[in-house]
């Protein structure tokens, strides 16, 4: 599996020199709050004391931490800090937390502190053996404060530290499995923050006579355009007069410096004109985010819902709004292939009046990215009236929908700042995948090679998903060649017809296009009549078991003048004397199809927004998140 690590959750920032810290750390907290956020923190040494005892490597100086952190906006973090004169010191770190372990609050908040107070720490990144780590820590008698996978790393640099922090630093992060980016400071150190990095991103800024550290460079640019990047395995000392970057053998190599010349608009992007782009390029690593924690030697682990049990049901309804409710219909049939139960998608808008029949044998799953939709919440509140079991999938942690629910399990595709959700869909799929093959196992409906044959092809998943991206660099072109069409149709059946339903709201929602997504074989039945020559049809041929039956349907819709734009597996020949224009993705497993297959469209529904001169990440009309009936 490719390595691409979860970097697009929190930001963290660090500044060591002589002016005060406080304000540039909250300065470059405001820069990273693009990045999506639900708490703030700031810690810092403040006033230097004598240490008589010289004990502390070196310095003869010793400070004392101090930390603050505030739930919500950097906004009231400022307003804490404002409250506070005392709060002084010229070195420090600061962090804005996205939710993955422990909702969010002042407690589960970065920095955090060790036991003893002597350090503190701020971290991105997911810490995937942290339980076994606490474990081992609290038999030593060591408390834990917060319920985060943070907290580990400086309890356990505390532990280990006897006088030498770089040697302690070291010898903590070899113990760390899964991801982090981290800044520490020491009240034994005055001066000096220690960053280290694997697989989460961090920039060392080099200023004159003070230095930084950050997540990316907008925290950066508007006191330094010189940076230097720190890759996986390295630890960096950093002092306002010095940078030193060690190797992971704890050796001192030499690194380049690099001058940037972006703006803060562009780096906010990370140099994409959009967040809707760089959402679409971050699914690889979203849905590695999703999927890697999940599987342990080839099998399903889902540590949320344990207690859930399959057997005590005899359906299953899905609900949820707009693009949630496609990946509910991919769900549905994967579900209902794998677990032959009973399965339902419906719009939660109808569900919540529809006075619906089901009882506590039914199990009902909710989806939702921003967990907050209003008629989701309403649906869900009537299902668990009716007696039901929900389960939610939701990317935003603590959400209502994720509080409300009886289990939830957590997309972890990071903050979607785009309207128009790209990385949250896929990030749905893939769960529902997952789901559905967990409860297949459970149900026994699943023979062992199947399991392992789909938990590999998922397991596959973030790299397909790059290759879709790397397969069509020329969407743009076809955006070039078909943006005027006024009116278009997505076809697909079965998988393709879900998929159709997710392309063609991305389309109009973005692009301000006519386009209406129908099951291949229903066109004929009346819709047909509005196919003439030019119009545009896009259609997925992707579901190989009724290639040949869309292929009549292409036929038809040639026959009547239409344009097709087709798009079906690498390898598929047959295709290219069928369609006027073919886009390509890779083979995956039939049930595993949406994720992939709705790449090429989410990159052609922004190009010819684009083209049409609209504001991509936010469509006229549309809010973020639906919190109104
Ligand atoms: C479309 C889109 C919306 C949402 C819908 C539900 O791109 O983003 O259709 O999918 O409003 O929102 P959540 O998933 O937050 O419940």
């Keep these: 599996m490719i390595d691409l690590g979860r970097n697009y959750m929190c930001g963290i920032t660090g500044y060591t020199g002589i002016n005060q810290a406080g304000p540039i750390l909250l300065e470059g907290l405001r820069r990273l709050e693009y990045r999506g956020y639900d708490s703030a923190g700031i810690a810092i040494q403040s006033e230097s004391k004598k240490d008589e005892a010289g004990e502390n490597g070196g310095d003869n100086t010793s400070c004392t931490l101090k930390m603050l952190k505030a739930t919500g906006k950097v906004s009231h973090l400022a ?56 474990a081992e820590l609290q038999k030593y008698g060591i408390e834990f404060k917060s319920e985060t996978d943070t907290e580990v790393i400086v309890q356990l640099l505390a532990y280990n530290y006897k006088g030498n922090f770089k040697k302690a630093l070291m010898k903590t992060i070899a113990r760390l499995t899964g991801s982090y980016a981290i800044g520490v400071i020491s009240d034994e150190h005055p001066g000096t923050i220690f960053a280290a990095k694997q697989a989460s991103p961090l920039i ?44 992971h053998t704890g050796k001192e190599i030499d690194k380049e410096i690099r001058h940037i010349n972006w703006d803060i608009a562009s780096a906010e992007k990370s140099g994409y004109e959009h967040f809707m782009m760089k959402e679409i390029m971050e699914q690889p690593h979203a849905l590695k985010a999703t999927i890697e924690p999940r599987v342990k ?20 309804h899905i609900t949820a709004c707009g693009s949630a409710y496609h990946a509910g219909c991919v769900g549905r049939a994967i579900i209902e ?14 569900l919540r009046y529809r006075d619906p029949v089901m009882d506590e044998k039914t199990l009902v799953i909710v989806i939702s990215q921003s967990g907050e939709t209003a008629d989701t919440i309403a649906a869900m ?70 399991y392992t044959s789909m938990v590999i092809d998922i397991m596959h998943l973030p790299e397909r998903a790059q290759r879709a991206l790397d397969l069509n660099t020329k969407v743009k072109k076809m955006a ?32 301000y296009l006519h386009s209406e997504a129908y099951a291949a074989g229903e066109l004929k ?9 030019g119009r545009l049809v896009v259609a997925l041929c992707c579901y190989e078991k009724l290639f040949e039956k869309t292929v009549s349907n292409i036929q038809q819709v040639k026959a009547r003048g239409a344009e097709v734009l087709a798009v079906a597996h690498e390898g598929n020949r047959s295709i290219f004397q069928e369609a006027d224009d073919v886009l390509l993705v890779p083979q995956t497993d039939p049930l595993l199809v949406p994720v992939i297959e709705i790449i090429p469209l989410q990159l052609f529904a922004y190009y010819v927004a684009k083209k049409n001169g609209c504001d991509i990440d936010k469509p006229k009309n549309l809010a973020k998140s639906v919190t109104v009936e």
């Design 297 to 316: 030697d080839e099998t399903i682990v889902f540590d949320e819902i344990k207690g859930l049990d399959m057997k005590k049901f005899n359906r299953v």
């Design 79 to 134: 307003d804490k800090f404002e409250a506070e004169p005392d709060f002084k010191g010229v070195c420090g770190i600061g962090h804005t937390r996205w939710a993955t372990h422990g909702v969010p609050s002042d407690t589960n908040a970065h920095p955090h502190l060790s036991a003893d107070g002597k350090f503190a720490v701020v971290h991105n990144g997911i810490i995937e053996n942290f339980a076994d780590i606490r």
């Design 525 to 533: 039945h009346g819709t047909i009549a509005l196919i003439e020559p």
């Design 204 to 247: 060392i800024g080099i200023g004159i006579g003070e230095n930084y550290f950050a997540s990316d460079i907008t925290a950066l640019v508007s006191n330094t355009k010189n940076v230097i990047d720190l890759d996986d395995g390295e630890v960096a000392e950093i002092t306002p007069d010095e940078v030193k970057v060690f190797d």
């Design 381 to 450: 509140k009537e299902c668990k009236y009716k007696g039901a079991t929900v389960l939610a999938i939701v990317n935003v942690v603590g959400s209502s929908i994720a509080k409300l629910a009886d289990y939830c399990i957590y997309t972890w595709a990071g903050p979607e700042i785009a309207v128009a959700t790209t990385k949250g869909y896929t990030t749905q799929v893939a769960l529902l995948a997952m789901f559905a093959v967990w409860a297949a196992g459970e149900l026994k409906t699943i023979s062992h090679g199947a």
């Design 480 to 511: 070039d060649k078909y943006y005027d069409n006024q009116s278009l149709f997505f076809i697909g059946r079965n998988m393709d017809y879900a998929v159709a339903l997710e392309g063609s709201l991305k389309l109009k929602e973005i692009s």
């Design 337 to 350: 292939s794998l677990c032959k139960i009973q399965v339902e998608a419906e719009v939660a808008s109808e």
